[in-house]
């Protein structure tokens, strides 16, 4: 019954910005940290951002630090990914993920997945 609904993605230019939502149902939602990855075509799933159970720590990839917020809101069981500053290598499918014992780079640590979201970014 666990369900993370991914929503917010489209096509900008670069420069622009986007705000990923995540929808969690069916967990203990501020138990579990919280990660957004993403996947290009033909590349392997790589970690982006991550936030603590609390919302009182967040990580992100070299890739995308100082231009990504990850945020979240317990209340409603909705973890954020504001998108700045947006370039064409940021072009991939993006993946909201809930891990029950902190944050970790690695996808396969993660219990739970959405669906992903779109994410285009054009020159």
């Known amino acids: 019954q666990v369900q993370l609904v991914e929503s917010g993605g489209g096509l900008v230019q670069a420069g622009g910005s986007l705000r990923l939502s995540c929808a969690a149902s069916?967990?203990?939602?501020?138990?579990?940290?919280m990660g957004w990855f993403r996947q290009a075509p033909g590349k392997e799933r790589e970690f982006a951002a991550a936030?603590?159970?609390?919302?009182?720590?967040?990580y992100y990839s070299d890739s995308v630090k100082g231009r990504f917020t990850i945020s979240r809101d317990n209340a409603k069981n909705t973890v954020y990914l504001q998108m700045n500053t947006l370039k064409p290598e940021d072009t991939a499918v993006y993946y909201c993920?809930?891990?029950?014992?902190?944050?970790?780079?690695?996808?396969?640590?993660?219990?739970?997945w959405g669906q992903g979201t779109q994410v285009t970014v054009s020159s």
């Open positions: 993920a809930a891990a029950r014992t902190g944050w970790r780079k690695d996808p396969n640590y993660y219990n739970y």
């Open positions: 936030i603590s159970q609390i919302g009182g720590r967040t």
């Open positions: 069916g967990l203990p939602f501020s138990n579990y940290a």
